[in-house]
C-alpha cells in the first residue's frame, strides 16, 4: 500500500519540493518532507511559504517532518502550518503525512492534535492524515470540508466517536483505514453505530471503512443499515472481509442501490466472488487473498 | 568498427573461468558470435581448483581472461568451503562437512576465504604465463565480494554512501550501537553475499522492533534463502536470528529510504564498462529488497529520468564512473544505488563484481556482453 508517495492530491500532480528550484509549477501540489539525515522540516516548510508563488497553493501535501528521530510528533509542524495560514490564502486542501513505509511503519507514525488546522483554514475543503497514534480531530466544526480520509494501522474509537458528533454539512467523501488490534485499533462495530443508522453527514455519497480486520462485523452491520440509502459508494476493500460478511452484504436490499461497491482485496471464495460479479451494481471483487491457515490479515497492518 | 580480422591483430582468443551451463557462459559466448569471434575456451572452477587443467597450459600470448562468477554450482560451493575451511576465523561460522538441502546459506567467511584462495591459485597460474589480458582483475574481485572493505574504500572517495557500522557480532551489540548511534533502521547484510543472498531490514522505534527478510530458518536455527519477503515482529526470534547471521559475518548499515516510482519502491543498477556507466535499470518492489530473482518488477532508465532530469541522471553516471575508477583493474562494475524520497540525491548501495547479468537492457544496441566486448579489444586496436 504505502509503497510510494502520493502522485496525486485533488486531482492534480504531487511534486517534491526542493528549496533550490522553488515552486516551480503552482497549479500542482507540492510535498514538503525531509531526507532522513535532515534535521528540519520547519525551515523546509518557512522557505516554502515564502516563496513568491506560495500563495497560490490551492493543496500541500506534508511529508516526513522527522529525520531520524522518530519520536517527534506533529505537533510543530502543525502549529507552523497554522501559523503560516495567512501566507497560503488559497490552501484549501492539506494532507498530513505522506510517508512510505521506506521511511516509517505507519503505526510508528506519532500524530498530535490536528484540530487546529480546520479553525485555520475555514476554506479547507479536503483533510488526509496517516498514522492513528495520538491522533486527535476532536469535534469539528466545519463548513466546507468535503472530504476526509484517515489513514491508520489501527483507529482509535475516540477519533471515531468524536468524529461523529461533529458538524460537517459538506462532507461527501469520509474514509477511514479502521486498522487491526494490534496496532491500536479500538473501533468496534457500536462506534460507527450513529453513522450506520442516522444521517449525520447528509452529503454523504462515498463510505469508505477500509482496511479493518473486524470487516466480516462491518459488512453485517452496514448491510441492514439506513446510511445505505444516501451513498454512491461502500468501500470495505484492504481488509479480512471473508464469505460470512460478503453473504450478509449479498443479502442486502440498501447494497442495490449503490453504484459501486468496492471489495477490493478481500478473503471472499471464489463462488462469493461469482456472485458479486453478477449484481446489476458495479462490485471489485479483485486481489483476493488467501488465508494463511486460518489467519487473514489487512492491507496495512502497521 | 574495426573487423574481426584486425581485431585478432593484438588479441588471441577468450579464455573464461565459470560455471558450466551457467546462462553467463552461454550469453557471452552468444556475444562472441554476433561479434564475429571464435567462442571462449571455457575453464570450469572445479578442474581448475582440482588441479585437472592449469592455466598455464591455456593462456596463449594475446589472451584475454574473463574470470566469472562461481554461480550456483553446488560442486564449486563445496570446493571453495574445502579450500577455506582452515583459514576461516574462530568467531565466524564453520560449514558443515556434508551437503545440506537447497537454500542452505552455507558459511559465508569461509566461502570467501576459498573463493580469495582460488583467486590467488589463478594469480599465480597467471604469472607463469605468457603474456595476456584479463577483464576484472582478482583484487577489484576480491574486495567487492567484502562490502565493508567496498564502502570503506568508497566512503574515503567522498562518495555518498550509507553510514555503516563497526563490526557486530550480535544482536545485543547491534541493539547498543544503534541506540548510541541515534540510528532506527539498519540492513544486515552477508558481508560476503553476493546480491541474490539474504539479508535482514531491521527496525525499532525503541518499543516494538521488525525484522523483514527472505532468510528462513529451521529448529536448529539453520538459516535458509528463499523467495518469500517475510515479516517478524518478536524479539524472540529476531534476536537468534540476527545473531546466527552475524556468525556468517555481516556488513550493517544504515536503512536510508529509497524513493518511489510508478507505485513501489526502487533502486538503479548500474553497469559501468571501461570506466562509462552504461547498461541501466529501476528496480521496483513493494519490500525492502529490489533485487530481480526476487521476482521484482523493473523498468527502462528513461521512466527515471521522466521524472527527475537528465541533468540529475547525468551526476548519477558520473558518481557511478567515480565508485568504478576505485577500482583501477575492474574492467567492468555492476552499481547499486538510491535516490531518496525527494528523487534528488542519491547514495550507493553496493558494488557487484559479477554484475552484468542484466536481462533486455540494452545500450547502443548491444547486451551487456557484447558491449564489454568490443569495448575490452578496441583498447588494444586503436
Same mark, same amino acid.
Given at each position: 500500500?504505502?509503497?510510494?508517495?502520493l502522485?496525486q492530491?485533488?486531482?492534480?500532480?504531487?511534486?517534491?519540493?526542493?528549496?533550490?528550484?522553488? +515552486?516551480?509549477?503552482?497549479?500542482?501540489?507540492?510535498?514538503?518532507?525531509i $531526507?532522513?539525515?535532515?534535521?528540519?522540516?520547519?525551515?523546509?516548510?518557512?522557505q516554502?511559504?515564502?516563496?513568491?508563488?506560495?500563495?497560490?497553493?490551492?493543496?500541500?501535501?506534508?511529508?516526513?517532518?522527522?529525520?531520524?528521530d522518530?519520536?517527534l510528533?506533529?505537533?510543530?509542524?502543525?502549529?507552523?502550518?497554522?501559523?503560516?495560514?495567512p501566507?497560503?490564502?488559497?490552501?484549501?486542501? +492539506?494532507?498530513?503525512?505522506?510517508?512510505?513505509?521506506?521511511e516509517?511503519?505507519?503505526?510508528?507514525i506519532i500524530?498530535?492534535?490536528?484540530?487546529?488546522?480546520?479553525t485555520?483554514?475555514?476554506?479547507?475543503?479536503?483533510?488526509?492524515?496517516?498514522?492513528? $497514534?495520538?491522533?486527535?480531530?476532536?469535534r469539528i466544526?466545519?463548513?466546507?470540508?468535503?472530504?476526509?480520509?484517515?489513514?491508520?494501522?489501527?483507529?482509535?474509537s475516540?477519533?471515531?466517536?468524536?468524529?461523529?458528533?461533529?458538524?460537517?454539512?459538506?462532507?461527501?467523501?469520509?474514509?477511514?483505514?479502521i486498522?487491526?488490534?494490534?496496532?491500536?485499533?479500538?473501533v468496534?462495530?457500536?462506534?460507527l453505530?450513529?453513522?450506520?443508522s442516522?444521517?449525520?453527514f447528509?452529503?454523504?455519497?462515498?463510505?469508505?471503512?477500509?482496511d479493518? $480486520?473486524?470487516?466480516?462485523?462491518?459488512?453485517?452491520?452496514?448491510?441492514?443499515?439506513?446510511?445505505?440509502?444516501?451513498?454512491?459508494?461502500?468501500?470495505?476493500?484492504?481488509?479480512?472481509?471473508?464469505?460470512?460478511?460478503?453473504?450478509?452484504?449479498?443479502?442486502s436490499?440498501?447494497?442495490?442501490?449503490?453504484?459501486?461497491?468496492?471489495?477490493?482485496?478481500?478473503?471472499?471464495s471464489?463462488?462469493?466472488?461469482?456472485?458479486?460479479?453478477?449484481?446489476?451494481?458495479?462490485?471489485?471483487?479483485?486481489?483476493?487473498?488467501?488465508?494463511? $491457515?486460518?489467519?487473514?490479515?489487512?492491507?496495512?497492518?502497521? | 568498427?574495426?573487423? %574481426?580480422?584486425?581485431?585478432?591483430?593484438?588479441?588471441?582468443?577468450?579464455?573464461?573461468i565459470?560455471?558450466?551451463?551457467?546462462?553467463?557462459?552461454?550469453?557471452?559466448? &552468444?556475444?562472441?558470435?554476433?561479434?564475429?569471434?571464435?567462442?571462449?575456451?571455457?575453464?570450469?572452477?572445479?578442474?581448475?581448483?582440482?588441479?585437472?587443467?592449469?592455466?598455464?597450459?591455456? @593462456?596463449?600470448?594475446?589472451?584475454?581472461?574473463?574470470?566469472?562468477?562461481?554461480?550456483?554450482?553446488?560442486?564449486?560451493?563445496?570446493?571453495?568451503l574445502?579450500?577455506?575451511?582452515?583459514?576461516?576465523?574462530?568467531?565466524?561460522?564453520?560449514?558443515?562437512?556434508?551437503?545440506?538441502?537447497?537454500?542452505?546459506?552455507?558459511a559465508?567467511?569461509?566461502?570467501?576465504?576459498?573463493?580469495?584462495?582460488v583467486?590467488?591459485?589463478?594469480?599465480?597460474?597467471?604469472a607463469?604465463?605468457?603474456?595476456?589480458?584479463?577483464?576484472?582483475?582478482t583484487?577489484?574481485?576480491?574486495?567487492?565480494?567484502?562490502?565493508?572493505?567496498?564502502?570503506k574504500?568508497?566512503?574515503?572517495?567522498?562518495?555518498?554512501?550509507?553510514?555503516?557500522?563497526?563490526?557486530?557480532?550480535?544482536?545485543?551489540?547491534?541493539?547498543t550501537?544503534?541506540?548510541?548511534?541515534?540510528?532506527?533502521r539498519?540492513?544486515?547484510? @552477508?558481508?560476503?553475499?553476493?546480491?541474490?543472498?539474504?539479508?535482514? &531490514?531491521?527496525?525499532?522505534?525503541?518499543?516494538?522492533e521488525?525484522?523483514?527478510?527472505t532468510?528462513?530458518?529451521?529448529?536448529?536455527?539453520?538459516?535458509?534463502?528463499?523467495?518469500?519477503?517475510r515479516? @517478524?515482529h518478536?524479539? %524472540?526470534?529476531?534476536?537468534?536470528?540476527?545473531?546466527?547471521?552475524?556468525?556468517?559475518?555481516?556488513?550493517?548499515?544504515?536503512?536510508?529510504p529509497?524513493?518511489?516510482?510508478d507505485?513501489?519502491?526502487?533502486?538503479?543498477?548500474?553497469?559501468?564498462?571501461?570506466?562509462? &556507466?552504461?547498461?541501466?535499470?529501476?528496480?521496483?518492489?513493494?519490500?525492502?529488497?529490489?533485487?530481480?530473482?526476487?521476482?521484482?518488477?523493473?523498468?527502462?532508465?528513461?521512466?527515471?529520468?521522466?521524472?527527475?532530469?537528465?541533468?540529475?541522471?547525468?551526476?548519477?553516471?558520473?558518481?557511478?564512473?567515480?565508485? %568504478?575508477?576505485?577500482?583501477?583493474?575492474?574492467?567492468?562494475?555492476?552499481?547499486?544505488?538510491?535516490?531518496?524520497?525527494?528523487?534528488?540525491?542519491?547514495?550507493?548501495?553496493? @558494488?557487484?563484481?559479477?554484475?552484468?547479468?542484466?536481462?533486455?537492457?540494452?545500450?547502443?544496441?548491444?547486451?551487456?556482453?557484447?558491449?564489454?566486448?568490443?569495448?575490452?579489444?578496441?583498447?588494444?586496436?586503436?
Amino acid at each position: 500500500m504505502f509503497n510510494h508517495h502520493l502522485t496525486q492530491f485533488i486531482g492534480r500532480p504531487v511534486r517534491p519540493y526542493l528549496p533550490d528550484q522553488g +515552486i516551480t509549477h503552482p497549479e500542482d501540489v507540492y510535498r514538503i518532507s525531509i $531526507d532522513y539525515d535532515e534535521a528540519n522540516w520547519a525551515h523546509k516548510f518557512a522557505q516554502f511559504v515564502d516563496d513568491p508563488q506560495a500563495h497560490l497553493a490551492k493543496g500541500v501535501v506534508i511529508g516526513a517532518w522527522m529525520g531520524e528521530d522518530i519520536s517527534l510528533s506533529s505537533a510543530d509542524t502543525v502549529a507552523q502550518v497554522v501559523a503560516t495560514a495567512p501566507k497560503l490564502p488559497n490552501l484549501h486542501a +492539506i494532507f498530513l503525512g505522506d510517508m512510505t513505509f521506506e521511511e516509517i511503519e505507519i503505526s510508528w507514525i506519532i500524530q498530535s492534535d490536528v484540530s487546529p488546522l480546520f479553525t485555520a483554514f475555514p476554506a479547507l475543503t479536503h483533510f488526509g492524515v496517516r498514522g492513528g $497514534d495520538q491522533l486527535h480531530l476532536g469535534r469539528i466544526d466545519h463548513q466546507n470540508l468535503t472530504t476526509l480520509i484517515i489513514e491508520t494501522g489501527g483507529l482509535n474509537s475516540q477519533v471515531v466517536t468524536n468524529l461523529l458528533a461533529s458538524t460537517l454539512p459538506a462532507l461527501t467523501h469520509l474514509e477511514l483505514y479502521i486498522g487491526t488490534d494490534d496496532y491500536g485499533r479500538t473501533v468496534e462495530v457500536e462506534h460507527l453505530t450513529p453513522l450506520l443508522s442516522q444521517s449525520l453527514f447528509p452529503n454523504l455519497r462515498y463510505l469508505g471503512l477500509r482496511d479493518a $480486520d473486524n470487516a466480516d462485523d462491518i459488512a453485517t452491520a452496514i448491510a441492514k443499515a439506513p446510511i445505505l440509502g444516501q451513498l454512491d459508494t461502500l468501500d470495505l476493500s484492504l481488509g479480512t472481509l471473508s464469505d460470512d460478511g460478503g453473504k450478509a452484504l449479498l443479502a442486502s436490499a440498501g447494497i442495490k442501490q449503490l453504484q459501486k461497491l468496492d471489495l477490493h482485496y478481500h478473503y471472499l471464495s471464489d463462488d462469493l466472488m461469482t456472485q458479486f460479479a453478477s449484481q446489476s451494481f458495479s462490485v471489485d471483487v479483485s486481489d483476493q487473498q488467501k488465508d494463511d $491457515d486460518g489467519w487473514r490479515y489487512v492491507a496495512v497492518g502497521e | 568498427m574495426t573487423t %574481426a580480422g584486425a581485431m585478432w591483430r593484438l588479441v588471441n582468443k577468450f579464455v573464461i573461468i565459470g560455471s558450466a551451463e551457467d546462462q553467463r557462459i552461454e550469453r557471452f559466448q &552468444a556475444a562472441l558470435t554476433r561479434v564475429g569471434l571464435p567462442a571462449a575456451h571455457f575453464v570450469d572452477y572445479p578442474d581448475l581448483i582440482k588441479g585437472h587443467i592449469t592455466l598455464g597450459d591455456i @593462456l596463449e600470448r594475446g589472451d584475454i581472461l574473463r574470470i566469472e562468477s562461481p554461480g550456483k554450482s553446488a560442486e564449486t560451493e563445496q570446493l571453495l568451503l574445502q579450500l577455506g575451511k582452515h583459514d576461516v576465523e574462530p568467531h565466524f561460522e564453520r560449514s558443515p562437512s556434508t551437503r545440506q538441502p537447497e537454500g542452505f546459506i552455507y558459511a559465508s567467511r569461509q566461502w570467501y576465504l576459498g573463493l580469495c584462495a582460488v583467486l590467488d591459485q589463478i594469480d599465480s597460474q597467471r604469472a607463469s604465463a605468457p603474456p595476456h589480458h584479463i577483464m576484472n582483475g582478482t583484487d577489484a574481485i576480491r574486495t567487492m565480494f567484502d562490502k565493508s572493505a567496498t564502502q570503506k574504500i568508497l566512503q574515503a572517495s567522498g562518495i555518498s554512501i550509507p553510514f555503516f557500522f563497526p563490526p557486530i557480532h550480535n544482536y545485543e551489540q547491534l541493539r547498543t550501537q544503534m541506540t548510541t548511534l541515534g540510528i532506527h533502521r539498519v540492513f544486515i547484510k @552477508l558481508a560476503h553475499g553476493s546480491s541474490a543472498s539474504g539479508a535482514i &531490514a531491521y527496525e525499532t522505534n525503541g518499543r516494538q522492533e521488525k525484522a523483514t527478510t527472505t532468510i528462513e530458518h529451521d529448529n536448529q536455527w539453520r538459516l535458509f534463502n528463499s523467495l518469500r519477503v517475510r515479516t @517478524l515482529h518478536d524479539s %524472540a526470534t529476531i534476536r537468534p536470528l540476527i545473531d546466527t547471521l552475524c556468525r556468517h559475518r555481516v556488513h550493517v548499515e544504515q536503512w536510508i529510504p529509497k524513493g518511489s516510482l510508478d507505485q513501489q519502491r526502487f533502486d538503479v543498477r548500474v553497469l559501468v564498462i571501461a570506466g562509462q &556507466a552504461q547498461h541501466s535499470v529501476v528496480r521496483l518492489s513493494n519490500s525492502p529488497f529490489t533485487n530481480l530473482h526476487l521476482g521484482n518488477n523493473r523498468k527502462p532508465i528513461e521512466r527515471l529520468i521522466d521524472q527527475t532530469s537528465l541533468t540529475q541522471w547525468k551526476a548519477v553516471e558520473r558518481t557511478c564512473q567515480q565508485a %568504478a575508477a576505485c577500482f583501477p583493474d575492474a574492467f567492468y562494475a555492476g552499481i547499486d544505488l538510491l535516490f531518496t524520497p525527494n528523487l534528488n540525491r542519491h547514495f550507493i548501495l553496493e @558494488l557487484n563484481a559479477f554484475g552484468d547479468l542484466l536481462f533486455h537492457v540494452y545500450r547502443d544496441g548491444m547486451d551487456t556482453y557484447e558491449m564489454q566486448i568490443r569495448h575490452f579489444i578496441s583498447q588494444y586496436t586503436n
